[in-house]
């Protein structure tokens, strides 16, 4: 099964609201990524958190991470209509490059 | 110019075919990986390479094969294709950051 798992799988906002999208995994991780796609193209990285923060900020996103509940938050603020795309996160277990990505939020923001 | 490269963008085969996927990478990384994408879910790793000597299976490796030829050069192989392998194929690098810097993605058909 997969690592990470995103929540919710779709999410559709007004523009200039804020986007939250969840992650959770299974394993002891070094660190988490964020990675975005835009319609069936490449993933872009979008922030990494290790393991031994909690929050970390990058313009508009907000990432946070809780190792004891094996989550973490990706949030968007004032979004804009070009944020429209889905949204993975990606873990690896602690030692390895094994990683594995969720299926993903797909966010829809609406001019 | 793209710093990976992915070759050919689209292939359509029949079964039984045998197929070579190419990617190429300009950013000096070590590690290597190839991905699949079914419609709707996140990605999955089929293999990765820390460098020409070091080859790992993934998740879902049953069915390919890699070669690294190069540091820059990573080749993934379906040796007798079948329909369930149609799928977006993404290969991907990352170096000392562990940030994964993807390829635009083959879009495969098997028939």
């Known amino acids: 099964s997969q690592q990470g798992e995103e929540d919710p799988q779709a999410l559709s906002i007004q523009e200039g609201e804020n986007a939250t999208m969840n992650c959770s995994y299974k394993?002891?991780?070094?660190?988490l990524q964020w990675y975005r796609q835009n319609s069936g193209r490449g993933l872009v990285h979008l922030i990494l958190i290790r393991s031994n923060e909690r929050e970390k900020h990058s313009g508009r996103l907000r990432v946070t991470l809780d190792t004891s509940k094996k989550s973490s938050s990706l949030l968007i603020t004032a979004s804009r209509a070009a944020d429209t795309a889905s949204y993975f996160c990606a873990t690896a277990p602690s030692g390895t490059y094994k990683y594995i990505f969720g299926t993903g939020t797909r966010l829809k923001v609406l001019a | 110019d793209a710093d990976v490269t992915q070759t050919p963008r689209n292939r359509i085969t029949k079964t039984g075919k045998r197929i070579m996927l190419e990617c190429s990478q300009t950013?000096?990384?070590?590690?290597m990986y190839w991905y699949r994408q079914d419609p709707g879910l996140g990605l999955r790793l089929i293999y990765y390479?820390?460098?020409?000597?070091?080859?790992n299976k993934g998740e879902i490796s049953d069915g390919y094969s890699v070669s690294r030829q190069a540091q820059a050069k990573f080749s993934l192989s379906l040796e007798s294709a079948i329909p369930n392998q149609t799928a977006l194929y993404f290969c991907?690098?990352?170096?000392?950051?562990?940030?994964?810097?993807f390829g635009p993605g083959t879009r495969l058909t098997v028939l």
């Open positions: 394993t002891s991780i070094n660190n």
């Open positions: 950013k000096g990384h070590d590690r």
């Open positions: 991907a690098t990352s170096g000392p950051a562990d940030t994964q810097y």
């Open positions: 390479s820390f460098d020409v000597k070091d080859i």
